[in-house]
Protein backbone atom coordinates (compact mmCIF):
# COMPACT_ATOMS: atom_id res chain seq x y z
CA UNK A 1 0.00 0.00 0.00
CA UNK A 2 1.36 3.37 -0.73
CA UNK A 3 2.61 6.24 1.63
CA UNK A 4 -0.70 8.32 2.89
CA UNK A 5 0.43 11.94 3.08
CA UNK A 6 -2.00 13.97 3.16
CA UNK A 7 -4.94 14.24 6.27
CA UNK A 8 -7.98 14.50 3.83
CA UNK A 9 -6.97 11.50 2.23
CA UNK A 10 -6.13 9.55 5.45
CA UNK A 11 -9.70 10.30 6.68
CA UNK A 12 -11.08 9.26 3.96
CA UNK A 13 -9.34 6.19 4.30
CA UNK A 14 -10.82 5.80 7.69
CA UNK A 15 -14.23 6.08 7.25
CA UNK A 16 -14.13 3.79 4.17
CA UNK A 17 -12.52 1.06 6.23
CA UNK A 18 -14.92 2.05 8.93
CA UNK A 19 -17.72 1.83 6.49
CA UNK A 20 -16.29 -1.59 5.84
CA UNK A 21 -15.71 -3.00 8.75
CA UNK A 22 -19.63 -1.72 9.90
CA UNK A 23 -20.75 -3.56 6.82
CA UNK A 24 -18.77 -6.82 7.99
CA UNK A 25 -20.23 -6.32 11.20
CA UNK A 26 -23.32 -6.16 10.58
CA UNK A 27 -23.41 -9.52 7.91
CA UNK A 28 -21.35 -11.25 11.16
CA UNK A 29 -24.48 -10.55 13.22
CA UNK A 30 -27.17 -11.52 10.65
CA UNK A 31 -25.05 -14.89 10.45
CA UNK A 32 -24.83 -15.59 14.52
CA UNK A 33 -28.13 -14.98 14.08
CA UNK A 34 -29.02 -17.49 11.20
CA UNK A 35 -27.04 -20.01 13.39
CA UNK A 36 -29.08 -19.39 16.28
CA UNK A 37 -31.99 -20.13 14.92
CA UNK A 38 -30.63 -23.05 12.91
CA UNK A 39 -29.55 -24.86 15.95
CA UNK A 40 -33.29 -24.49 18.31
CA UNK A 41 -34.83 -27.49 18.84
CA UNK A 42 -38.06 -27.24 16.51
CA UNK A 43 -35.82 -26.51 13.57
CA UNK A 44 -33.16 -29.21 13.90
CA UNK A 45 -36.14 -31.52 14.47
CA UNK A 46 -37.79 -30.01 11.32
CA UNK A 47 -34.67 -30.57 9.00
CA UNK A 48 -34.19 -33.78 9.80
CA UNK A 49 -37.37 -34.96 9.21
CA UNK A 50 -37.39 -32.99 6.05
CA UNK A 51 -33.89 -34.66 5.31
CA UNK A 52 -35.72 -38.22 6.30
CA UNK A 53 -38.43 -37.51 3.98
CA UNK A 54 -36.62 -36.25 0.54
CA UNK A 55 -33.73 -38.89 1.07
CA UNK A 56 -35.37 -42.01 -1.32
CA UNK A 57 -32.25 -44.27 0.54
CA UNK A 58 -33.59 -43.61 4.24
CA UNK A 59 -37.53 -43.74 2.60
CA UNK A 60 -36.94 -47.40 1.00
CA UNK A 61 -35.44 -48.22 4.22
CA UNK A 62 -38.68 -47.46 6.40
CA UNK A 63 -40.90 -49.05 4.31
CA UNK A 64 -38.58 -52.47 4.27
CA UNK A 65 -38.55 -52.10 8.03
CA UNK A 66 -42.15 -51.76 8.32
CA UNK A 67 -43.04 -54.01 5.86
CA UNK A 68 -41.31 -56.69 7.46
CA UNK A 69 -41.97 -56.24 11.04
CA UNK A 70 -45.90 -56.25 10.00
CA UNK A 71 -45.27 -59.37 8.31
CA UNK A 72 -43.55 -60.98 10.53
CA UNK A 73 -46.35 -60.18 13.44
CA UNK A 74 -49.12 -60.92 11.46
CA UNK A 75 -47.73 -63.95 10.51
CA UNK A 76 -47.36 -64.98 13.96
CA UNK A 77 -51.03 -63.93 14.93
CA UNK A 78 -52.24 -66.15 12.34
CA UNK A 79 -49.98 -69.09 13.70
CA UNK A 80 -50.44 -68.68 17.21
CA UNK A 81 -53.42 -66.96 17.75
CA UNK A 82 -55.02 -66.63 21.41
CA UNK A 83 -53.27 -69.97 21.99
CA UNK A 84 -51.10 -69.83 25.29
CA UNK A 85 -49.53 -73.21 24.20
CA UNK A 86 -45.83 -72.85 25.33
CA UNK A 87 -45.21 -75.20 22.24
CA UNK A 88 -47.44 -72.84 20.04
CA UNK A 89 -45.86 -69.36 20.75
CA UNK A 90 -42.15 -70.68 20.41
CA UNK A 91 -43.30 -71.83 16.40
CA UNK A 92 -45.10 -68.36 16.39
CA UNK A 93 -41.76 -66.53 17.39
CA UNK A 94 -39.56 -68.65 14.87
CA UNK A 95 -42.43 -68.09 12.46
CA UNK A 96 -42.51 -64.54 12.67
CA UNK A 97 -38.47 -64.22 12.51
CA UNK A 98 -38.39 -66.20 9.36
CA UNK A 99 -41.29 -64.60 7.64
CA UNK A 100 -39.21 -60.90 8.99
CA UNK A 101 -35.85 -62.12 7.77
CA UNK A 102 -37.40 -63.55 4.18
CA UNK A 103 -39.02 -60.03 3.56
CA UNK A 104 -36.33 -58.23 4.44
CA UNK A 105 -34.25 -59.72 2.47
CA UNK A 106 -36.60 -60.11 -0.83
CA UNK A 107 -38.18 -56.64 -0.64
CA UNK A 108 -37.20 -55.53 -3.79
CA UNK A 109 -38.79 -57.95 -5.87
CA UNK A 110 -41.83 -57.54 -3.22
CA UNK A 111 -41.99 -54.04 -4.05
CA UNK A 112 -41.67 -54.29 -7.42
CA UNK A 113 -44.30 -56.60 -7.59
CA UNK A 114 -46.69 -54.06 -5.15
CA UNK A 115 -46.22 -51.31 -7.44
CA UNK A 116 -47.29 -53.66 -10.92
CA UNK A 117 -49.99 -54.84 -9.28
CA UNK A 118 -51.05 -51.32 -8.08
CA UNK A 119 -50.33 -50.01 -12.28
CA UNK A 120 -52.63 -53.22 -13.13
CA UNK A 121 -55.61 -52.21 -10.87
CA UNK A 122 -55.54 -48.32 -11.07
CA UNK A 123 -53.51 -47.93 -14.23
CA UNK A 124 -54.97 -46.19 -17.17
CA UNK A 125 -57.20 -48.08 -19.16
CA UNK A 126 -57.30 -47.71 -22.88
CA UNK A 127 -60.95 -47.85 -24.07
CA UNK A 128 -61.59 -50.10 -27.01
CA UNK A 129 -61.68 -48.93 -30.50
CA UNK A 130 -59.59 -46.11 -29.98
CA UNK A 131 -55.66 -46.51 -30.70
Given at each position: ??????V??L?????????????????????L???????????????????L?????????????????????V????V???S????????????????????????????????????????????????
Amino acid sequence: MEKINYVARLKSEIQMLEEEQAIKGQQLKDQLFLTYESFKPAKLIQSTLKDLVTSPYMLDNIIDATLSIATGYVSKRIVVGASSNIIRRILGSLIQAGATKFISSHSGAIKAFGVQAFTQIFGKKEKPGKS
